[in-house]
């Protein structure tokens, strides 16, 4: 056999290795994707108040809601991770119509609840957003599209199942 032939020979199995492994790999991540999707949403499900666009600044309709978990909203969006400036609603909101799990917590909370919520949000996967909110009336609000879950008590275990089971569940699949 010439080098040649054999070089030939193990481009062609590692093309079929690389080949067998994507099928396997694929085959894995919808299994998991199946799993996630037989899993019901948590939370409350909320009435829904639509997907409208609106411009930046007009008024509309007052949420049903604090937070809100539909409803009319900008055409940017708030964008994943932890915020520490104020975003508007409007933003978050696009957000979670591309599939965004959003964890509000009360301004103000004690930094041990805060560490919680964070380690929480750290530790979990998937399209997520966390951010304060002042006139939240419970320590923690956990939305998504069309779901609202209130926390009387930090329960980062809850967080974390909330945000790995409700987020890429919405009406659009697209950057947050």
Do not use: C
């Not at 964008?79 to 979670?96: A, C, F, Q, R, T």
């Amino acid at each position: 056999m010439t080098t040649e032939n054999k070089v030939i020979g193990g481009i062609a199995l590692l093309t079929l290795a690389i080949i067998i492994g994507g099928i396997w790999l694929s085959g894995k991540e919808g299994e998991k994707n199946q799993e996630k999707l037989n899993k019901p949403m948590m939370g409350e499900k909320m009435p829904d108040e639509g997907a409208l666009h609106v411009a930046e600044g007009k008024p509309h309709v007052a949420y049903n809601s604090n937070p809100p978990t539909s409803g009319p909203h900008w055409a940017g969006v708030a964008g994943p991770g932890i915020k520490y400036e104020p975003v508007p609603d409007e933003l978050v909101l696009h957000s979670m119509e591309h599939g965004a799990a959003v964890v509000w917590y009360r301004e103000g909370l004690e930094q041990s609840d805060m560490d919680k919520i964070k380690e929480a949000f750290n530790n979990s996967s998937g399209k997520k957003i966390m951010l304060a909110r002042k006139d939240l009336d419970v320590p923690v609000a956990l939305t998504s599209w069309g779901y609202l879950l209130k926390l009387d008590t930090v329960d980062g275990a809850i967080i974390k199942e909330f945000i790995e089971t409700n987020n890429d569940r919405a009406p659009e699949k697209a950057p947050i």
